[in-house]
């Protein structure tokens, strides 16, 4: 059934799901007794953006194998204009727990739970006002300035890119973590690494202003690459996988560094990833649809916020390039990780959850 879906998602059904015909469901008709029902709206990347959204589903498929009282399902938006009908239709079929995925919908999120105030929602990325929306979002800087030190490390030319999807503080927070792990490197080790697509101080850069067109996304890696980065970490969902497919033809002149969920289980282009700025969505969304459907009250504050010390932010293994990366280098990483986890070393974006 999964199967069927995600593909459905590409094609007409997508549209027609965003128009609010019926949604697609994971749990097939027929079960007998009252069911939880979890109910997913994606942002505009739709369901395999090999990013946020795929990862707030796996989330919601782990819950129902964890308890198969839950019923899952998920309708894809299409345009930001289908979030408020998606998560309305979704609080007139009654469902126990809507899920919103994405920082774009806060604002629909918001409007929607404000005039439904006894429905559960829940949201990736955002934190909104209403105490009725469980928020679940996360300090990706802490794991993107590990990613930062590791590319300064790795760089051959100097110089190192990152780009963003939109300027939203869900992206911009990777963005500020990696550029300041570039900037501690080179405190450290007495280097001028650039970083390329991104100012932090100015909080300005190269966007693709999109989260699914790869030819966007490859458009900006190339500028990147023509600059003379030769580690790119796109921070654009679906849109970098331009990036990262442009990297591999390169054939190794330049690579990688990918978000939200390990490239290299996610996508093709493995050989061309160094490691990922893993954003644990799938352990969030399954807590707390898992707790809801178990009875327990989901506070909104604090809500959920991932860390490097409750693993709720990552640096992904290193795959195909461990045995690239110098063991020296991997160990100042990992003793970073450590001392970011403790508190000894802080890290501050602005766009840091609140």
């Not at 409007?111 to 996360?138: C, L």
């Not at 794991?143 to 869900?170: C, D, E, H, R």
């Amino acid at each position: 059934m999964r199967i069927v879906s995600v593909f459905a998602v590409g094609g007409l059904a997508l549209s027609a799901a965003a128009c609010g015909e019926a949604p697609k469901d994971d749990q097939g008709a027929g079960d007998g007794g009252k069911k939880y029902s979890a109910c997913m709206v994606t942002d505009v990347g739709g369901i395999d953006d090999k990013s946020f959204n795929a990862s707030a589903w796996k989330g919601l498929q782990a819950a129902k194998a964890e308890n198969s009282n839950i019923d899952i399902k998920y309708v894809a938006s299409k345009a930001e204009a289908d979030y408020e009908p998606n998560l309305t239709q979704y609080v007139n079929q009654k469902c126990d727990f809507i899920l919103a995925v994405g920082g774009l919908m806060g604002n629909a999120t918001s409007k929607i739970a404000k005039a439904n105030p006894n429905q559960q929602f829940g949201i990736v990325d955002a934190k909104v006002p209403e105490t009725n929306v469980y928020p679940m979002q996360f300090d990706t800087a802490q794991a993107g300035f590990l990613a930062g030190y590791l590319a300064a490390g790795l760089s051959k030319t100097g110089k190192v890119g990152t780009y963003g999807g939109m300027k939203i503080p869900p992206v911009t927070i990777f963005m500020d973590g990696y550029a300041d792990g570039v900037a501690y490197y080179n405190q450290a080790k007495g280097k001028t690494v650039q970083v390329l697509g991104w100012d932090k101080a100015k909080q300005d850069g190269s966007f693709t202003n999109d989260f699914g067109k790869q030819d966007e996304g490859k458009k900006v890696g190339d500028t990147l690459v023509a600059q003379g980065a030769d580690i790119i970490m796109p921070v654009a969902g679906g849109a970098g996988l331009g990036t990262t497919a442009a990297a591999q033809a390169s054939g190794g002149k330049y690579n990688t560094i990918w978000v939200d969920v390990d490239g290299c289980e996610s996508t093709q282009n493995c050989p061309a990833i160094i490691t990922t700025v893993v954003k644990n969505i799938p352990d969030a969304v399954k807590e707390a649809v898992v707790k809801a459907a178990g009875g327990t009250k989901l506070e909104p504050t604090p809500g959920f916020l991932g860390t490097l010390a409750n693993n709720g932010v990552s640096l992904a293994p290193y795959h195909e390039f461990d045995s690239k990366i110098p063991a020296e280098l991997k160990a100042e990483v990992d003793k970073l990780k450590a001392d970011i986890a403790a508190g000894t070393v802080k890290v501050t974006s602005a766009a840091q959850p609140k």
